[in-house]
């Protein structure tokens, strides 16, 4: 059974940081791309970054290109997302996917899905 299970969210002033993991399982993880997304209230899932495989390649939104970092860990099956410079903007539900082979900045080629871990920034 494949499973992601996201961690680290909370609740951050402007300016402030988190770091988020996404704990993957039931999958051979170091073959697949990864990849971040978030959700706000009443707004589609948007892309946020993505990595690939080994992490030869990464994307980001231009959102937040400068302020988060997207890294993998293949021994430890987990992706991590690090949010600095944190924007009241930026609060949503954050999600990980297992990326199926096609644009990672597309959710029609996730195959696989968290449950989400909520960031909420304060201004």
């Known amino acids: 059974q494949v499973q992601l299970v996201e961690s680290g969210g909370g609740l951050v002033q402007a300016g402030g940081s988190l770091r988020l993991s996404c704990a993957a399982s039931?999958?051979?993880?170091?073959?697949?791309?990864m990849g971040w997304f978030r959700q706000a209230p009443g707004k589609e899932r948007e892309f946020v970054a993505a990595i690939t495989w080994n992490g030869g390649r990464i994307y980001y939104a231009d959102s937040v290109k400068g302020r988060f970092t997207i890294s993998r860990d293949n021994t430890k099956n987990t992706v991590y997302l690090q949010m600095n410079s944190l924007k009241p903007e930026d609060t949503a539900v954050y999600y990980c996917g297992f990326n199926s082979r096609g644009s990672v900045a597309d959710t029609l080629y996730y195959d696989y899905w968290g449950r989400g871990t909520q960031v909420t920034v304060s201004s």
């Open positions: 039931g999958r051979t993880f170091a073959t697949y791309a």
